[in-house]
């Protein structure tokens, strides 16, 4: 019967979603339907700079990244521009864990300020992680730290949260399949399709196709440069400019 589908199996755009049961009993799939998923943007949506996302479920918030932007013409005065996190610190006893999906100052410049009115755990990859903590120290604020690789999972509250490994301009970028009651939200964030990155840690296609055919509730993602048209080059391409501007100089 539909019912029985969860949303993301019977979404009907997606002609590769398989139409499987709910192994779920008829009293918990009424339950879930007495709550909704919010999805809050408080910065980075429309702009440049400023990501963070809250998904709330219930009583639980899980928060993508915490992000910065640098002043536009006419702030005087003003080094930095956080988002306003005040829902957070009103909802702070409902907020679970922080995820970060790479070490880029518009994903985590504002969580030293963040994590001082909101206290909890932090889960990102070791060279964002390891970024972060330079900034605390910075601020001289403890922060309880989860070190998370790719293809992990971990679950939080009624949430389930899968890491990906994306490509990017910085390395240790992972985008995030959080499973819920109500669907799966596939967050690939910034990336770029390199296919010859400095590491050899290709983007996971396998990973993000099989989550595709299993049938997606929504999927967000950033791309700055998305609207212009060709292609950007290899990260590997810096590294030979650079050694050939260094033997010329």
Do not use: W
């Not at 709550?35 to 009583?59: A, C, T, W």
């Not at 899968?162 to 301009?169: A, D, G, V, W, Y």
């Not at 939200?185 to 099989?210: E, N, T, V, W, Y």
């Amino acid at each position: 019967a539909p019912d029985e589908l969860s949303p993301s199996q019977s979404f009907g755009s997606n002609q590769l979603a398989l139409p499987l049961r709910s192994t779920q009993p008829a009293e918990k799939r009424q339950a879930n339907r007495d709550f909704k998923l919010h999805i809050i943007p408080l910065g980075g949506l429309g702009e440049v700079g400023k990501n963070m996302m809250l998904l709330e479920y219930n009583d639980d918030i899980i928060v993508i990244d915490g992000g910065l932007a640098f002043p536009e013409d006419g702030m005087y005065g003003i080094d930095l521009v956080i988002p306003d996190y005040s829902y957070l610190i009103e909802n702070k006893e409902k907020v679970r864990a922080f995820l970060l999906t790479h070490g880029h100052e518009d994903h985590i410049g504002a969580m030293p300020y963040v994590l001082r009115d909101v206290p909890a755990p932090v889960y990102g990859s070791t060279l964002t992680l390891g970024m972060l903590k330079g900034k605390l120290n910075e601020h001289k604020l403890e922060a309880d730290l989860r070190q998370v690789s790719a293809r992990e999972e971990i679950s939080v509250g009624p949430f389930k949260v899968e890491f990906i490994r994306l490509t990017h301009s910085i390395p240790d970028t992972m985008g995030l399949a959080v499973h819920t009651p109500v669907g799966t939200i596939l967050i690939i964030s910034d990336f770029k399709m390199d296919m010859s990155p400095i590491d050899g840690k290709l983007m996971d296609f396998g990973r993000i196709s099989a989550l595709g055919e299993k049938g997606v509730l929504l999927m967000m993602s950033d791309s700055t440069n998305v609207e212009k048209e060709g292609f950007s080059a290899s990260e590997r391409t810096v590294g030979y400019h650079l050694e050939r501007y260094f033997f010329e100089a």
